[in-house]
């Protein structure tokens, strides 16, 4: 049997109107002969309204019981799009993560999925046309809810397919992937191919049209993505392992902005490895995410930079406050700033890029904080108001 896994936002469900609107999509596909696995987010702003509610009862709400309140929101859209596609004539059934088996670990509210059942899918599969999954959300061991965090039905709608073998059709506000967000610049390219490695650099700098972890998987077990609206039937773009051998590969794909970013400055740390070592570890144990670190060695002194998402500043300086006043040493905040970022794998061959992009930094009389590069991307630490004046500058150089 031919399987497909569509995995369907939380705009694209909003509400009963755009819930029977993609009842219509998925039967449309069943009766082109497929069985759909149809993951689906909670409605609308859902996420975000239940998050406000468990906070209003309490200021710090325990992880596990957060996350039993969170999976009601997919459970809810779920269920909706089960009955609309059963008005329609179609043999449908809802099935949240318990019933599904996707086990995860134990982490609450930001858990990473370990495996799902693939015989209990194929069972379901056997015995009805399309499985109406609650995307986000998963299950310990011992049969504790868990949720995803951030992208978690992207990322649960590729595991399916990649543990099912088939395509995965992502299916969300916005027609594809362009090479930039069109908000931010409405002339934007819209691509019809874009390869794993230049959509992980896009999606883990800021791009929201797939999330990172999603893709990561997509590249592990080769699953091709197709990403798409679901308001319009104008075609998408499809993420792949390599491009076409008839398409040209762009030096630049993309670019992306990641906005609240805090620079971080610690002065005068001993020339110890061990030193910058215990920093960077108690911070991980924190969980907190560190980006465009630079570090610099000045006679017997060590400087370090390095960046933080602005909700996470109080949790760093608190770190901080307990691991360098045993070296006496200050550190330093500064932001708020935006990293902007230009990726594409055809940078590996191409020379000139990190001239042409700091040329066009310098003409606009913008000096970046700080700059990361790899082979396929380049980043800059720059200010907010200067960030989205560059973006029109930088399309037009790398014609994006």
Request: charged share 25%; hydrophobic share 40%; net charge negative.
């Amino acid at each position: 049997m031919a399987v497909i896994v569509q995995k369907y936002g939380g705009s694209s469900v909003a509400d009963s109107v755009r819930i029977k609107n993609v009842a219509r999509r998925i039967a449309r596909k069943v009766k082109e002969g497929f069985k759909v696995v149809s993951v689906v987010s909670a409605m609308g702003k859902t996420t975000d309204q239940l998050i406000s509610l468990a906070k209003s009862v309490s200021v710090n709400p325990n992880e596990r019981e957060l996350d039993m309140v969170l999976v009601t929101g997919e459970q809810v859209s779920c269920a909706l799009v089960a009955i609309a596609l059963r008005d329609l004539g179609i043999n449908a059934i809802s099935l949240n993560a318990f019933q599904t088996k996707i086990l995860t670990t134990r982490n609450h509210t930001n858990a990473r999925i370990v495996d799902i059942n693939s015989e209990n899918l194929k069972s379901y599969l056997k015995n009805y046309d399309v499985i109406v999954i609650t995307g986000f959300q998963g299950i310990t061991e011992d049969e504790h809810f868990t949720t995803l965090g951030r992208g978690g039905s992207d990322t649960s709608a590729v595991a399916l397919a990649a543990k099912l073998g088939c395509d995965c059709e992502i299916y969300s506000d916005v027609s594809g992937v362009f090479s930039c967000d069109p908000k931010l610049y409405p002339k934007t390219r819209k691509w019809k191919y874009v390869t794993y490695d230049d959509m992980l650099e896009l999606a883990a700098m800021g791009a929201r049209v797939l999330h990172s972890r999603a893709v990561e998987i997509a590249k592990k077990y080769n699953v091709k993505i197709y990403c798409a609206s679901s308001f319009t039937d104008e075609e998408g773009t499809w993420v792949v392992e390599r491009l076409p051998e008839w398409l040209e590969e762009p030096v630049v794909t993309g670019i992306s902005l990641d906005e609240n970013q805090m620079k971080v400055s610690i002065t005068n740390l001993p020339n110890d490895a061990n030193v910058i070592s215990d920093i960077f570890k108690r911070v991980a144990e924190k969980e907190i995410n560190v980006d465009m670190i630079s570090l610099v060695k000045n006679g017997e002194a060590t400087h370090v930079s390095f960046t933080v998402i602005s909700d996470r500043a109080n949790g760093v300086k608190e770190l901080l406050d307990q691991t360098l006043s045993v070296y006496g040493v200050k550190y330093r905040f500064y932001g708020r700033f935006t990293k902007i970022t230009v990726v594409g794998t055809g940078m590996r061959s191409s020379y000139g890029v990190a001239s042409r992009f700091l040329e066009l930094l310098a003409s606009e009389g913008v000096e970046p904080e700080l700059i990361t590069t790899s082979e396929i991307k380049i980043s800059a630490l720059v200010s907010e108001e200067s960030a989205h004046r560059l973006v029109e500058k930088i399309c037009n150089e790398f014609e994006l």
